[in-house]
């Protein structure tokens, strides 16, 4: 059973940058398709971007399309989303997130299977 651990929030002005990373122990993520997700306050959570099990392919939300990026180092077994020209609706609380599903993509919480407990991003105007 795969340990996440996400790290890299913090507070940030609109147009800004951040880089989020989580840090995968228990197991190796090259078995995994990773992905991150978000919850604002009083909303549901939501997808951000998921990368295929070998980093080929990723998806990104249409809301952070262009923004953000997410990518996988499995020798690292770290997972990492690259955040840039930052909005006030991206505030949320980021958690990273594993599947051992066998299909790709996927864009459902209840797809991943495995949770960290989330770094909150607050951007301001």
């Known amino acids: 059973q795969v340990q996440l651990v996400e790290s890299g929030g913090g507070w940030v002005k609109a147009g800004g940058s951040l880089k989020l990373s989580c840090a995968a122990s228990?197991?190796?993520?090259?078995?995994?398709?990773m992905g991150w997700f978000r919850q604002a306050p009083g909303k549901e959570r939501e997808f951000v971007a998921t990368?295929?099990?070998?980093?080929?392919?990723?998806d990104h939300a249409d809301s952070v399309k262009g923004r953000f990026s997410i990518s996988r180092d499995n020798a690292k077994n770290a997972l990492y989303l690259q955040m840039n020209s930052l909005k006030p609706e991206d505030t949320a609380v980021y958690f990273c997130?594993?599947?051992?599903?066998?299909?790709?993509?996927?864009?459902?919480?209840?797809?991943?299977?495995?949770w960290g407990k989330g770094t909150q991003v607050t951007v301001s105007s």
């Open positions: 997130a594993a599947a051992s599903s066998r299909t790709y993509p996927l864009h459902h919480s209840d797809d991943m299977n495995y």
């Open positions: 228990g197991g190796t993520i090259r078995n995994y398709v």
């Open positions: 990368i295929s099990w070998g980093g080929a392919r990723t």
